[in-house]
């Protein structure tokens, strides 16, 4: 069933699709000329696009009297208003001006003259682009300067269904963030130190003696727990010295923490004197 009325979302978004449909392919010839040796199909740049869009042309709007983009939302040109007149002025304007441009930016970098009338005359479009725009806002109907200039309009193949909006990729977006809140909470109220330390002891078979031993200090004397030379030597009762640091950060961490060698628990913490 087809209809005048498209909604305007709609006629504006087949205008994105073509244009991503573009920067698709166009991104997948680049790849294919990246793994040749660089210059061989480099300077073909505008042959090689001009190739891509009047493929994308002659299998979309000669063919099937619609953008690809336009196919995607069930959007089509009326046929008896795309003459075969009207179709070379369609491909001129969207295919043909395009390679022009590009030839003249990539080949005739000389001239300034004509590279100047090019930049006023892609601002002169910009311009009328802009006007068009909320001419279509205000009328729904011809949505680029093409369309406007050719006089085509846009029908609605599926009588112009409104579109249905799903919100399970919303709800899980929802649900994912509030999770990710849920732990941002909770992990910091966790002490992991102290369950460490529980499961250490918990899983270990035998129990090591707690005796004290006597502490040596010497130029080489390394901390226990991080393994490096002792900085501000302390120690928490048994013969080990830990850096300030390392035994600090443990005990305000963990008020239970036992040494990591003899396992000795104690709320000592005094600093090493050498003698
Ligand atoms: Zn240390
Ligand atoms: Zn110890």
Request: with cysteine; proline share 3%.
């Amino acid at each position: 069933m087809k209809t005048n009325f498209v909604p305007r979302v709609n006629q504006l978004d087949s205008i994105q699709l073509d244009n991503e449909i573009v920067n698709i392919l166009k991104e997948q010839i680049y790849n294919v000329i990246r793994n040749l040796p660089p210059g061989l199909l480099s300077r073909f740049q505008p042959e090689i696009n001009l190739l891509a869009s009047s493929a994308l042309w002659n299998f979309s709007i000669r063919q099937s009297f619609a953008t690809f983009g336009q196919q995607m939302l069930s959007i089509t040109y009326e046929k008896d208003q795309l003459t075969p007149d009207k179709l070379k002025a369609h491909y001129f304007l969207t295919v043909a001006l395009a390679y022009l441009k590009e030839l003249a930016q990539f080949r005739l970098t000389g001239y300034t003259v004509l590279q100047r009338s090019i930049t006023t005359l892609e601002n002169c479009l910009t311009c009328l682009n802009f006007v068009n725009f909320f001419r279509f806002l205000r009328t729904g109907r011809k949505p680029s300067l093409v369309d406007y200039v050719l006089r085509l309009d846009h029908r609605s193949i599926d009588g112009a269904k409104r579109r249905t909006i799903g919100y399970s990729y919303m709800t899980r977006e929802l649900i994912w963030a509030g999770f990710m809140e849920l732990l941002g909470f909770t992990i910091p109220i966790v002490n992991y130190h102290a369950l460490k330390r529980r499961l250490r002891n918990l899983l270990r078979l035998e129990v090591r003696p707690q005796e004290v031993q006597r502490i040596v200090l010497g130029v080489d004397s390394k901390c226990v727990y991080c393994n490096e030379r002792v900085t501000l030597p302390h120690h928490m009762g048994c013969g080990h010295v830990f850096c300030y640091y390392c035994l600090k950060g443990n005990l305000l961490a963990d008020c239970g923490f036992q040494c990591n060698v003899c396992d000795f628990k104690s709320g000592v913490f005094e600093r090493v004197v050498a003698g």
